[in-house]
T-cell receptor, first 113, second 113 residues
């Protein structure tokens, strides 16, 4: 069965600092991977996705994620965090681009001015 | 273009009642998916429709059902409401059959008393 773990429940970073949110998945074949962000003002948004090809994918808001098959990971990164990045971040996995998606528990990000 | 709209935004029901939630996708989008979000279970996939056909369903009891109309608008129905059905119900629309791009509505917050 597919599953997603996000080891960090809550992370606090200073504005301008770099960010890495961890995501590990369990799935037998090559998964379809997603990162979503949820904030009170903007609701839920699809940040980026990995379907195939280049293992480093770019998303909106300056985020990127790297798929590492050997580590079953799909970590989200941003070089310089802005106060507006404070939100809940969800990693997700699916068998295909439209199959039922399994979400991780989420990581709450706080940003210190 | 107008975004994804969900009606109603807030709803209070009592146990045993049934409820119908509506989702209007972005104009031209043919795929609609539904999600349930609760503090205890997190984000969970409910079902996905493309061109009036349900393609996938999550692990929810038969009390949860949905449909999509020819204009791509979608409804989901929950019969015999239970306290545990209290949640934020989100819908998302996509232009294509996959999650190449995905836009979420603001959600319907359902409280079951």
């Amino acid at each position: 069965a597919q599953s997603v773990t996000q080891p960090d429940i809550h992370i606090t970073v200073s504005e301008g600092a770099s960010l890495e949110l961890r995501c590990n998945y369990s799935y037998g074949a090559t998964p379809y991977l997603f990162w979503y962000v949820q904030s009170p003002g903007q609701g839920l948004q699809l940040l980026l996705k990995y379907f195939s090809g280049d293992t480093l994918v770019q998303g909106i808001k300056g985020f990127e994620a790297e798929f590492k098959r050997s580590q079953s990971s799909f970590n989200l990164r941003k070089p310089s965090v802005h106060w507006s990045d404070a939100a809940e971040y969800f990693c997700a996995v699916a068998k295909t681009s439209y199959d039922k998606v399994i979400f991780g528990p989420g990581t709450s990000l706080s940003v210190i001015p | 273009k107008a975004g994804v709209t969900q009606t109603p935004r807030y709803l209070i029901k009592t146990r045993g009642q049934q409820v119908t939630l509506s989702c209007s996708p972005i104009s031209g989008h043919r795929s609609v998916s539904w999600y349930q979000q609760t503090p205890g279970q997190g984000l969970q996939f409910l079902f996905e429709y493309f061109s009036e056909t349900q393609r996938n369903k999550g692990n929810f009891p038969g009390r949860f059902s949905g449909r999509q109309f020819s204009n791509s608008r979608s409804e989901m129905n929950v019969s015999t409401l239970e306290l545990g059905d209290s949640a934020l119900y989100l819908c998302a629309s996509s232009a294509t059959s996959g999650r190449e791009t995905q836009y979420f509505g603001p959600g319907t917050r359902l409280l079951v008393l």
